[in-house]
């Protein structure tokens, strides 16, 4: 099973709304990342998380609040967001960070298509 | 800075035609190279993975390449079909922390 499982598929909120995306994978990855999207453009890295810690923010504004609570689950909370950070937002797991083999590829999910009105 | 350039931008071609698509980038020293593919409006799905050490990797009807030093990479695709329709997206890792930098992708229409 390579799944990783976003959470909800669509999303349409209003700058003063809070929302949370989810994701989820059991394939015993340590590594996890939030990848931004706009149309016709390539995915942007936005966190990576390694081992339930916090690796890297690649500058991302703090109306974007990522949480990861265990090893299978990685959270984005949103709050106060513009309608420019309407995107898809896709998740990825990875076995770990290391540069070995297997380890580096990165599944990802479908996506949550956001829309910030 | 990493660049990863893919061209073109658009491809069409008819069913059964064998095909290549080119990725290039600006450091050679990565790890390794990912292609993906991207159906419209989904996410990516991973279709092979080359190490730096490696020359190239085979799935089914795909075939990529890679010439570090050259800093390209190729995604042959064997007797075309209207399935295999969709955006394809390579990526290079160069970071400690398994940062992908990708091109802006390749979307490919395979003509019946």
């Known amino acids: 099973d390579t799944e990783v499982t976003q959470t909800p598929k669509h999303l349409v909120m209003g700058m003063t709304n809070k929302k949370s995306l989810k994701c989820e994978q059991h394939m015993g990855h340590r590594a996890m990342y939030w990848y931004k999207q706009k149309a016709k453009k390539p995915p942007e890295l936005m966190f990576v998380y390694s081992y339930e810690k916090l690796s890297i923010n690649e500058s991302v504004p703090s109306r974007f609040s990522p949480e990861c609570p265990n090893s299978s689950l990685l959270n984005l909370h949103l709050h106060a967001l513009q309608p420019e950070d309407s995107a898809l937002y896709l998740c990825?797991?990875?076995?770990?960070?290391?540069?070995?083999?297997?380890?580096?590829?990165?599944?990802f999910g479908a996506g949550t298509r956001l829309s910030v009105l | 800075k990493q660049e990863v350039t893919q061209i073109p931008a658009a491809l069409s071609v008819p069913e059964g035609e064998n095909l290549v698509l080119n990725c290039s980038f600006t450091?050679?020293?990565?790890?390794?190279l990912q292609w993906f593919r991207q159906d419209p409006g989904k996410g990516l799905t991973s279709l092979l993975l080359?190490?730096?050490?490696?020359r190239e990797q085979t799935s089914g009807r795909l075939n990529a390449s890679l010439d570090k030093s050259s800093g390209r990479s190729t995604l042959y695709i064997a007797a075309s079909q209207p399935g295999d329709s969709a955006t394809y997206l390579c990526?290079?890792?160069?970071?400690?922390?398994?940062?992908?930098?990708f091109g802006k992708g390749i979307t490919l229409s395979v003509r019946p």
């Open positions: 990825a797991s990875s076995q770990g960070l290391a540069r070995g083999l297997a380890k580096n590829i990165q599944y």
């Open positions: 990526a290079v890792n160069t970071g400690a922390n398994s940062k992908l930098t």
């Open positions: 080359i190490q730096s050490s490696q």
């Open positions: 450091d050679s020293a990565i790890y390794n």
